[in-house]
């Protein structure tokens, strides 16, 4: 079985910084990402096929990433892209998938900066081809250079919608409106932070020279089409996310964006055996942690940065990666606690600047029960199972409290997303029909693989 000193998951803004600073630390480390490139989501790469020349950039960020990607070049970190860590087992030994191959890995000291994924919303029609996520959106217009669609919609909540709005803008979609949930003033307060405030005016100045429509307080109530968008329902939204009644507009569109905020993907902290809680403004359950101790986890030489350990954007999760970093430097006896204590005072000091910031991000991600209640009964939740909004209401109705006890009744969950895209659905739908609160109705167990894998990967295995 390979040892790594120093391991780190995920190569987004924390899992690079955390891994550059281990290495300054004097550590061997191993950067692993299953994307082709460096960059994770926001600092996504233009696919190789695509890029002009050599280099990096053309995602949008060039000024942010840039100087992240040299250091990394600069650190002798060892990069292992197109390759999935599938599963951590006892004394973070990582499964990997590598090359159609699967194999072992020991980690001395463990980075999991593994990131977020849009929050799945169910309501009538988002199962239509056109019907994009806000994320999705950006990493296709960063990717592959193209827009989903010609006039679009979007609706939602938090800084990723008017990213996705101004990349669509630049790509040359017409707007035909933002619906955004927060008010405002929730809106406009969260953008004039110092943290939001440089993105914010570009983003803004760019919405504002296409004369983009924006309506605060309102959101999606349904879409409607055939054999694809046709056109969307929005509406003006009360406190609760709850549509005003006769306040519904009709606009014929073939794309609609939604982005609700996000998911905090923790399944491999799980994994691990993270202690977990539940937060709904920083994306569900997520590892227990804290800056000033290095970002550790209950597992001894388990270390979380960024979105995977509560949504707070790639600013924060840089400030986090360099803790986490340190933290797994210091597991792997290559700092002091004092030469570890001494490089975190800057990272602490810039992250506790950002408390503001955070808070306000994580009251607009919150989401408010009215999301929640637009499925009806033949809306579809699970999609990989096909499982309907009618069925989890039925399984509530006949005693259903937890996720796992829906997932029994009805399959949803059982599927290739291994719940990812259905169960933050459901634990909304089960408080819908039964009062029971999302943070007690459980989650599911983490099982192995976290991603789907070649079987020959798993023969290779045994
Ligand atoms: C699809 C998407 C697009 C976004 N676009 C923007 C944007 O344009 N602007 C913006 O301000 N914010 C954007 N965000 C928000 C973004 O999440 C953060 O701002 C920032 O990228 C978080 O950095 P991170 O390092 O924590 O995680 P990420 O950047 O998400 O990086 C995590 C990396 O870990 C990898 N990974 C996860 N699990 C595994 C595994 N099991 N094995 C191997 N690799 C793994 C992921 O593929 C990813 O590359 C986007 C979020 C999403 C989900």
Request: aromatic content about 4%.
């Amino acid at each position: 079985m390979r040892t790594g000193e120093v391991v780190v998951v995920g190569a987004g803004p924390a899992g690079i910084t955390a891994a550059v600073e281990a290495s300054r630390a004097g550590a061997r480390v191993l950067l692993i990402d299953e994307g082709p490139a460096v960059g994770g989501q926001i600092y996504r790469q233009v696919a190789t096929e695509l890029r002009p020349g050599s280099g990096a950039g053309g995602n949008g960020y060039a000024a942010d990433s840039a100087p992240l990607f040299a250091s990394l070049a600069a650190s002798g970190v060892e990069v292992w892209s197109d390759t999935e860590v599938w599963g951590i087992f006892p004394d973070r030994v990582l499964a990997i998938h590598r090359g159609g191959r699967s194999m072992r890995l020991q980690a001395g000291g463990l980075v999991l900066a593994t990131g977020a994924y849009d929050r799945p919303v169910a309501f009538p029609g988002w199962t239509l081809p056109g019907v994009v996520t806000a994320g999705g959106t950006t990493a296709l217009i960063k990717s592959q250079r193209i827009i989903p669609g010609r006039r679009v919609l979007l609706a939602g909540t938090g800084p990723l919608l008017l990213a996705a709005a101004a990349a669509l803008v630049r790509g040359g979609a017409e707007i035909a409106g933002i619906a955004i949930a927060a008010s405002r003033t929730a809106f406009l307060g969260l953008l004039r932070r110092p943290a939001a405030l440089g993105k914010a005016i570009d983003v803004l100045a760019t919405l504002k020279r296409a004369g983009v429509p924006m309506w605060n307080g309102h959101g999606i109530v349904r879409v409607e089409g055939r054999e694809g968008v046709e056109r969307a329902v929005v509406a003006q939204w009360d406190a609760a996310w709850r549509p005003v009644p006769g306040t519904e507009r009709v606009i014929d569109v073939d794309t609609v964006v939604v982005g609700y905020g996000l998911m905090a993907s923790s399944e491999l902290a799980q994994l691990a055996g993270c202690d977990v809680t539940y937060h709904a403004g920083q994306g569900g359950w997520v590892p227990v942690t804290a800056p000033d101790r290095f970002m550790a986890t209950s597992v001894p030489g388990v270390f979380v940065a960024g979105d995977g350990a509560g949504v707070a954007g790639a600013e924060a999760g840089k400030l986090q990666g360099e803790l986490a970093g340190l933290g797994a430097a210091r597991h792997a006896g290559k700092l002091t606690d004092g030469d570890a204590a001494a490089r975190a005072k800057a990272p602490l000091r810039d992250l506790g600047k950002m408390a503001s910031f955070r808070r306000a991000l994580e009251r607009m991600h919150a989401p408010e029960p009215g999301l929640f209640e637009l499925a009806e009964d033949d809306t579809i939740v699970c999609r990989c199972e096909e499982v309907t909004a009618g069925e989890v209401r039925q399984a509530v109705g006949d005693g259903a409290r937890l996720v796992t006890e829906v997932r029994a009744a009805t399959r949803c969950g059982m599927g290739l997303c291994q719940g990812r895209l259905c169960i933050p659905t459901v634990a909304g739908l089960i408080e819908r029909y039964a009062g029971t609160l999302t943070t007690s109705v459980g989650r599911l167990t983490a099982r192995p693989p976290v991603r789907p894998l070649p079987v020959t990967a798993l023969a290779d295995e045994a």
